[in-house]
C-alpha cells in the first residue's frame, strides 16, 4: 500500500517544500497538489518536481473544464519531463461554484467530457496527430467553427512516457464507472471501506468489465486524516466543519454530490438536516450533526491499534493508496506519523 499526502502550505509554501524531503525519508510515496480557485497547481508542482528526487507527484485534482483537453495532455507531459517521470495527472469534474462561478464555464456533461479529455490525452502522448470527433469536443476545430486554417498537429517533444497515470476523482456511480474503465486510479472522497462495496461496488464491477488489461488494476486511493495515540480522539472534531461544508454547503438541493454520498451511505435524515442548516447559514449548527461514526470510520485517528485495523479494513476494501492528512502539533511529530503508517501499510 502507497502513503501519500495532500500538500498543506498554510505555514508557507517554500517552507512546507523544503519540509518534503524529510517526508521522503520517512516513507512517502506521492504527493498530491490541490487546485480550486488558489494558486494553481501546475506552478507549485514544478517547484516540487525540482526539489524532490523519488517522491510521486500528482495534481488532486485539475478540472476538466478550466484547460482544454490538449493542454492538460501538454502539461501533464511537460509534468513528467521536469519530474523524470514522476507525475501522475489527477483529473476531476470539480463543481458548478467552481467552474461557473471562478471560470465562467458552463458545469454541462462532466461524464462525457472526462472520457473524451482522457481520450485526447493519451493520444497527446503517444505523438498521434489530434484528430477527434467527439460530442463535446473536436479537434481540429471544423471550418464552421472558425477560420478553417486548423491543420491536425502532434506534439513536438517526445514524452518521457507514452502513457501517463490517469487518477480521476468520482463518487458518483457512472462516474466511478467510468473511472474504473478507463484511469489507473480513482479517487473517491469520504471513503467508508465498511460502505464502499454497497455504494460503489457494482459500478467498479461494471467499469472494470470493460477495462483494458494494459492498464493494470485500479488504484484506489482513500483519503483520511492519520493521528496516533491514547489522547487523540478529540482530534475527529476537526472534520465537522469540513465535511458540513460538503454535505450541506456544495450545491444546491438536489444538486450535492457530497450530500447524496452521505445519504447513500445510510444517513439520508442528518444529511438533509445537514444542508437545510447549512444554506441557511447555521453552520456551527449543522457541522455537530455530522454523523460521528463517518468521522470515524474514514479517518486514522486514535490508538495504535484502532489505526491498524483502520487501514486493515482500508486494504480489504481494495485500497492501494492512503492519501493521508498527518495532524501532528510539529514537523517533526507529522514525520513521525508518515513512518509509522508506512510501517503499518507494509
Same mark, same amino acid.
Given at each position: 500500500?502507497?502513503?501519500?499526502m495532500?500538500?498543506?502550505y498554510?505555514?508557507?509554501?517554500?517552507e512546507t517544500?523544503?519540509?518534503l524531503a524529510?517526508y521522503?525519508k520517512?516513507?512517502?510515496?506521492i504527493?498530491?497538489?490541490?487546485?480550486?480557485?488558489s494558486?494553481d497547481?501546475?506552478?507549485q508542482?514544478g517547484?516540487?518536481?525540482?526539489?524532490t528526487?523519488?517522491l510521486e507527484?500528482?495534481?488532486?485534482i485539475l478540472p $476538466?473544464?478550466?484547460r482544454?483537453?490538449?493542454?492538460?495532455a501538454?502539461?501533464a507531459a511537460?509534468?513528467?519531463?521536469?519530474s523524470?517521470g514522476?507525475f501522475?495527472l489527477?483529473l476531476?469534474?470539480s463543481g458548478p461554484?467552481?467552474i461557473?462561478?471562478?471560470?465562467?464555464?458552463?458545469y454541462? /456533461?462532466?461524464?462525457g &467530457?472526462?472520457r473524451e479529455v482522457?481520450?485526447i490525452?493519451?493520444?497527446?502522448?503517444?505523438r498521434e496527430k489530434?484528430e477527434y470527433q467527439?460530442r463535446?469536443y473536436?479537434l481540429?476545430l471544423? !471550418?464552421?467553427?472558425?477560420t478553417?486554417l486548423g491543420?491536425?498537429?502532434?506534439?513536438?517533444?517526445?514524452?518521457?512516457?507514452?502513457? $501517463?497515470p490517469?487518477v480521476v476523482?468520482?463518487?458518483?456511480?457512472?462516474?466511478?464507472e467510468l473511472a474504473?474503465?478507463?484511469?489507473e486510479?480513482w479517487e !473517491?472522497?469520504?471513503y467508508? !471501506?465498511?460502505?464502499?462495496a454497497d455504494?460503489?461496488g457494482?459500478?467498479l464491477?461494471?467499469?472494470?468489465?470493460? &477495462?483494458? !488489461?494494459?492498464?493494470g488494476?485500479?488504484?484506489v486511493?482513500?483519503q /483520511?486524516?492519520? /493521528?496516533?495515540?491514547d489522547?487523540?480522539?478529540?482530534?475527529?472534531?476537526?472534520g465537522r466543519?469540513i465535511?458540513?461544508?460538503?454535505?450541506?454547503g456544495m450545491?444546491?438541493?438536489g444538486?450535492?454530490?457530497y450530500?447524496?454520498?452521505?445519504r &447513500?451511505y445510510?444517513y439520508?435524515?442528518? /444529511?438533509?438536516r445537514?444542508?437545510?442548516?447549512?444554506?441557511?447559514?447555521?453552520?456551527?449548527?449543522?457541522?455537530a450533526?455530522?454523523?460521528?461514526?463517518?468521522?470515524?470510520?474514514m479517518?486514522?485517528?486514535g490508538?495504535?491499534?484502532?489505526? &491498524?485495523?483502520r487501514?486493515l479494513?482500508?486494504?480489504e476494501?481494495?485500497v492501494?493508496?492512503?492519501?493521508?492528512?498527518?495532524?501532528?502539533r510539529?514537523?517533526e511529530e507529522?514525520?513521525?506519523?508518515?513512518?509509522?503508517?508506512?510501517d503499518i501499510?507494509s
Amino acid at each position: 500500500m502507497r502513503i501519500g499526502m495532500a500538500l498543506n502550505y498554510s505555514g508557507g509554501f517554500k517552507e512546507t517544500v523544503a519540509e518534503l524531503a524529510d517526508y521522503e525519508k520517512a516513507g512517502l510515496d506521492i504527493i498530491f497538489v490541490a487546485e480550486a480557485y488558489s494558486f494553481d497547481a501546475v506552478s507549485q508542482m514544478g517547484y516540487i518536481a525540482a526539489r524532490t528526487e523519488r517522491l510521486e507527484i500528482a495534481s488532486g485534482i485539475l478540472p $476538466i473544464y478550466s484547460r482544454t483537453p490538449t493542454l492538460l495532455a501538454m502539461t501533464a507531459a511537460g509534468m513528467d519531463y521536469v519530474s523524470g517521470g514522476r507525475f501522475t495527472l489527477g483529473l476531476g469534474a470539480s463543481g458548478p461554484q467552481v467552474i461557473e462561478g471562478f471560470h465562467g464555464v458552463p458545469y454541462t /456533461a462532466p461524464l462525457g &467530457r472526462t472520457r473524451e479529455v482522457i481520450e485526447i490525452c493519451r493520444k497527446v502522448w503517444r505523438r498521434e496527430k489530434v484528430e477527434y470527433q467527439g460530442r463535446h469536443y473536436t479537434l481540429p476545430l471544423p !471550418p464552421d467553427q472558425g477560420t478553417g486554417l486548423g491543420k491536425p498537429l502532434k506534439l513536438i517533444n517526445h514524452p518521457v512516457r507514452p502513457r $501517463i497515470p490517469v487518477v480521476v476523482a468520482a463518487i458518483g456511480p457512472k462516474n466511478v464507472e467510468l473511472a474504473a474503465e478507463l484511469a489507473e486510479g480513482w479517487e !473517491p472522497i469520504f471513503y467508508m !471501506p465498511e460502505k464502499a462495496a454497497d455504494v460503489w461496488g457494482a459500478s467498479l464491477a461494471a467499469g472494470k468489465a470493460k &477495462r483494458d !488489461p494494459e492498464l493494470g488494476e485500479l488504484d484506489v486511493i482513500a483519503q /483520511a486524516s492519520l /493521528a496516533v495515540g491514547d489522547d487523540v480522539a478529540g482530534l475527529l472534531e476537526m472534520g465537522r466543519p469540513i465535511a458540513a461544508l460538503y454535505i450541506g454547503g456544495m450545491g444546491a438541493k438536489g444538486k450535492n454530490f457530497y450530500n447524496d454520498l452521505a445519504r &447513500r451511505y445510510g444517513y439520508e435524515k442528518e /444529511a438533509e438536516r445537514i444542508q437545510e442548516l447549512y444554506l441557511d447559514g447555521k453552520k456551527d449548527e449543522a457541522a455537530a450533526l455530522v454523523p460521528h461514526e463517518l468521522l470515524e470510520k474514514m479517518s486514522l485517528i486514535g490508538s495504535e491499534g484502532f489505526v &491498524r485495523d483502520r487501514v486493515l479494513a482500508m486494504k480489504e476494501s481494495g485500497v492501494t493508496t492512503l492519501n493521508v492528512a498527518p495532524l501532528g502539533r510539529t514537523h517533526e511529530e507529522r514525520v513521525r506519523l508518515i513512518e509509522l503508517i508506512k510501517d503499518i501499510a507494509s
